[in-house]
Structures are given as structure tokens and as C-alpha cells.
């Protein structure tokens, strides 16, 4: 089981970018999944959150408004659609999925994790 996350690089602040989750090995459906960032020196938190049926899902106050999580179950694909990017929320962004169908924000809740894709935002 394999979860691939691309779709990072560089970006100016005020810039987009699209995040990728391709999940390899077995399907996700009905599986909450997640992205996560941990910043240099700092600890993974939570970013966002979406449910098994795709119909819930949940941000952190700081990018609620920018970000937007979803989800393709056919393409066994989670993306993370980032606009209007700050220099603070250059970090690694990391996917995740559990087993149970309702979202968390605690890293611990997942079984299931990405490698990591790098997102630098220069002001």
C-alpha cells in the first residue's frame, strides 16, 4: 500500500498550486484522508481534512478560504487545491488516510502516509 503525494515546487506569494494523492496497492474509498505539513523545525499539524463519502470536510483556521480538499475515488486520487499562498505556508505537505470514514486532525488518527512533497512560497 502506497500513497504518492506530487504537485509541489516553488511559487510566488499570492500564487496556486495543486497537490496530488495517489493512492497505490488498495482503493480509499470510504476512508477519511488528510493533508499535513510540517514546516523546518517544526511539528506535522493538520491542514485538511475530508470524509470517506467526500461530503465532510474540515480546515485549519489558516488556510480555511484558500485551501480546498477533495477527492477522486475512481482515480483513487486526493488533491489539496492551495491559492492565494503565504510565505508561511512554505512547508513539506504530507497525505494520509485511516480507517474509519470521519476526518481528524490529530496525526496519529492515520494509519496510511505520503512522502512528502515540498511547497516553497517566496514573498
Known amino acids: 500500500v502506497q500513497l504518492q503525494a506530487s504537485g509541489g515546487g516553488l511559487v510566488q506569494a499570492g500564487g496556486s498550486l495543486r497537490l496530488s494523492c495517489a493512492a497505490y496497492g488498495r482503493t480509499f474509498t470510504n476512508h477519511a484522508m488528510a493533508w499535513f505539513r510540517q514546516a523546518p523545525g517544526k511539528e506535522r499539524v493538520f491542514v485538511a481534512g475530508?470524509?470517506?463519502?467526500?461530503?465532510?470536510?474540515n480546515y485549519e483556521d489558516s488556510v480555511k478560504g484558500r485551501f480546498t480538499i477533495s477527492r477522486d475515488d475512481y482515480k483513487n486520487t486526493l488533491y489539496l487545491q492551495m491559492n492565494t499562498l503565504k510565505p508561511e505556508d512554505t512547508a513539506v505537505y504530507f497525505c494520509?488516510?485511516?480507517?474509519?470514514?470521519?476526518?481528524?486532525?490529530?496525526?496519529?488518527?492515520?494509519?496510511?502516509w505520503g512522502q512528502g512533497t515540498q511547497v516553497t512560497v517566496s514573498s
Open positions: 475530508i470524509s470517506g463519502s467526500g461530503g465532510g470536510t
Open positions: 494520509a488516510a485511516r480507517g474509519s470514514w470521519v476526518p481528524g486532525s490529530r496525526s496519529i488518527l492515520y494509519d496510511y
